[in-house]
């Protein structure tokens, strides 16, 4: 037997498909909905639809836009790209305000147990790009776990008959951890000391 009516179990339920959000969060989260006025959930509704109408991905680097070519992609050096696994990580590594260069989104890593190849991320995107651009080095932020090191070793296998200078983040952040905790000082300290691979 449902605890709410209907309605309300539906938004709890829509609430807990967010990440991280347990019970007692969705709950909390639909009755502000509920105790607040329409007009701020007529908002926030449109404020959804409006991502899904007008937020595409960046055709370069892979990232959320509402351009065809997103503003980092637009005004930074093209010659140093910076490979994250999701778009959510280029969040992570604009924190290190000295970074210069573009970014790349893979949109996941090579995963066996997960059936996803190298086929299934954006690595042939990255190898066009690194080709037609003229790129010099190429940064693998990928997350270090088992699967983040394994494509960054693979990418870099195929990126070094280019002649491109393939480096990966320094160990300051933690193996199996991700991008996306990290602070900003130990991915300073991470680009920083960053060492070819």
């Known amino acids: 037997m449902a605890e709410f009516d209907e ?30 006025g329409k007009e701020k959930a007529e908002n926030f509704a449109k404020a959804i639809l409006d991502v899904k109408e007008k937020v595409k991905l960046c055709k370069e680097c892979g990232n959320y836009s509402v351009n065809e070519i997103c ?13 994250v696994q999701e778009p959510k990580d280029i969040v992570s590594m604009e924190k290190i305000k000295s970074y210069d260069g573009v970014y790349h989104v893979l949109f996941g890593t090579i995963s066996p147990l997960e059936n996803r190849g190298p086929n299934d991320i954006r690595i042939k995107e990255l190898l066009e790009r690194v080709s037609k651009n003229g790129v010099e ?12 090191e394994a494509t960054a070793m693979y990418i870099s296998k195929l990126l070094k008959p280019l002649g491109v200078k393939v480096t990966r983040l320094a160990q300051g952040i933690a193996m199996g ?11 300073e300290r991470a680009m920083e000391q960053r060492q070819e691979i």
């Open 137 to 148: 080095e190429v940064i693998m932020a990928t997350n270090p776990d088992v699967e983040g």
């Open 177 to 187: 951890s991700d991008i996306e905790f990290a602070d900003e000082v130990t991915l």
């Open 7 to 36: 309605p309300i179990e539906r938004l709890i339920e829509y609430f807990r498909q967010l990440p991280s959000v347990g019970k007692k969060t969705a709950q909390r989260y639909a009755f502000y909905i509920i105790e607040n």
């Open 71 to 83: 503003p980092i992609c637009q005004r930074r050096n093209k010659k140093l790209v910076c490979v």
